[in-house]
C-alpha cells in the first residue's frame, strides 16, 4: 500500500501540531480510518485525520492471523472496519520466562516460595501477551508505514476477557461519541486576524450570557435583558476624526452591539442551551436547563411511550422523543436542547439511557 501524502498547502506547520489535544494522546480510530489517514510532508511517520495530526492510535479487535518469532508477536487485528497489522515486542522478562520454562526449572515444595509466585506472575503475564486466533486484543502504539503497509508498532497490548462482550459495548459506544466530539471536527489553527477578533468577541459574549444565567437562575428572557452586559466588547469608536483624515462610514456602536448580541444567540440556540417556545414578535427565550415545564413534559413522554410494547424492552428513541415533543410541547425545541434536557433527567435519575440513543423510565 503507497501511503497518501497530504498537500503541503493544506497541511498545518508542524509547530502548530502541539495546540491540537489529539496530538499527544492515543488517538481511538477505526482500523479503516487509520489505513486511510494521510502522511505529513514535512515529518514522516505524522498522519493526519480531518486535518488533525495523529501518530499514536489506540485499538480493540479480534486477532484473526498471528505469527511468532523469537523477538516478537506479530497479529492481524479486525475492528469490523478493517484489519491491520500489530507487531509486539516481547520484553526482557518475557524471554527469561520462556528460556527457565525450557530449562525445567521446578518450583520447591510447601510453604511459601518467593520465586514460584513470581514465576506463576510472569506466566499469568505471558498467558495475557500471546493471543491465538479470535481472542480480543488491545494495542496501543505508534503508527507505521513498513514495506508499504500501514502497521502499529505496540508499546502497549495485552489479551482483553470479555465473555459477556461487556467491553466491546462499552467502546462501541464512546468511540462513535469521540468521532462526533472530536475527531470529526477539524481543528482551525490559523484564523484570520479580523476572523480571531470576530470570533473571540462572539465567544466571550456566550460566555457572558452563560454566566449571566447561571448567577441568575433565569428561566426565560429578552434581548433586552442582556444587552447591556456585552457593551464592554464593543470599541469605543472617536468623537471626532482627525483633521487630516476624511470620516470612514461604519456601523454605529449600537448596531455592532446588535449584531454582537444576535450571533450569540444564534451559537446558544445550535448548542441548545436556549429556545422560543413561540416564535412571535415578542422575542422571548426559555433557557433550556431551567424550564421545569419542558423538562416535566419530556419525563412525561418518555413514561407514558415506554409503556407501549414497542418502546417496553429498549426504551424510546431520541428522535421519537423529538418529535412527540413537537408536537406536545412547542416546534421549536432543537435536538442539542432535547439532549440538554435528558442529560439533566439522567442526572437527576428521572430517566436511564439504555444505549447510545433510547432512553427510559426506572
Not at 1 to 25: C, K, N, R, V
Request: aromatic share 8%; with cysteine; glycine share 4%.
Amino acid at each position: 500500500m503507497q501511503a497518501p501524502t497530504m498537500d503541503p498547502a493544506e497541511e498545518p506547520p508542524s509547530m502548530l501540531w502541539g495546540l491540537d489535544p489529539i496530538f499527544s494522546a492515543f488517538a481511538r480510530l477505526y482500523v479503516r480510518d487509520i489505513l486511510q489517514m494521510t502522511e505529513s510532508t514535512q515529518v514522516p511517520g505524522i498522519y493526519f485525520y480531518n486535518s488533525h495530526p495523529i501518530y499514536k492510535v489506540d485499538v480493540l479487535g479480534t486477532v484473526v492471523y498471528q505469527r511468532e518469532r523469537e523477538d516478537f508477536f506479530c497479529y492481524g487485528v479486525d475492528d469490523g472496519t478493517g484489519v491491520i497489522n500489530c507487531l509486539c515486542w516481547k520484553n526482557d522478562l518475557f524471554k527469561e520466562e520462556e528460556n527457565s520454562s525450557k530449562s525445567g526449572v521446578k518450583p520447591s515444595d510447601g510453604g511459601f516460595n518467593p520465586v514460584s509466585e513470581l514465576k506463576k506472575l510472569r506466566q499469568a503475564q505471558q498467558s495475557r501477551c500471546r493471543l491465538e486466533i479470535g481472542e480480543l486484543l488491545r494495542v496501543r502504539g505508534p503508527v507505521k508505514t513498513s514495506r508499504q503497509q500501514r502497521e502499529i508498532m505496540a508499546s502497549c497490548f495485552y489479551k482483553v476477557n470479555d465473555p459477556v462482550m461487556a467491553v466491546q459495548i462499552v467502546w462501541m459506544m464512546e468511540v462513535p461519541q469521540l468521532y462526533r466530539q472530536c475527531y470529526d471536527k477539524p481543528l482551525q489553527l490559523q484564523p484570520t486576524a479580523t476572523g480571531e477578533s470576530a470570533v473571540s468577541s462572539i465567544g466571550k459574549a456566550t460566555n457572558i450570557i452563560k454566566d449571566f444565567f447561571k448567577q441568575k437562575s433565569v428561566s426565560r428572557f429578552r434581548p433586552y435583558d442582556v444587552q447591556d452586559l456585552l457593551q464592554p466588547l464593543i470599541p469605543r469608536q472617536p468623537q471626532t476624526a482627525p483633521a487630516d483624515q476624511e470620516p470612514v462610514a461604519g456601523p454605529s456602536a449600537c448596531q455592532q452591539l446588535r449584531q454582537l448580541l444576535k450571533e450569540a444567540l444564534k451559537i446558544l440556540q445550535d448548542e441548545g442551551i436556549v429556545y422560543r417556545k413561540v416564535k412571535s414578535q415578542d422575542e422571548l427565550y426559555h433557557v433550556t436547563a431551567q424550564d421545569k415545564d419542558l423538562l416535566i413534559a419530556v419525563k412525561d413522554i418518555i413514561r407514558e411511550d415506554c409503556k407501549r410494547e414497542k418502546y417496553a424492552e429498549k426504551g424510546c428513541h431520541i428522535l421519537h422523543i423529538l418529535s412527540a415533543v413537537r408536537q406536545r410541547y412547542s416546534l421549536n425545541v432543537s435536538r442539542a436542547a432535547l439532549e440538554l434536557v435528558l442529560k439533566s433527567l439522567e442526572c437527576n435519575s428521572d430517566v436511564v439511557s439504555t444505549s447510545d440513543s433510547h432512553y427510559t423510565v426506572f
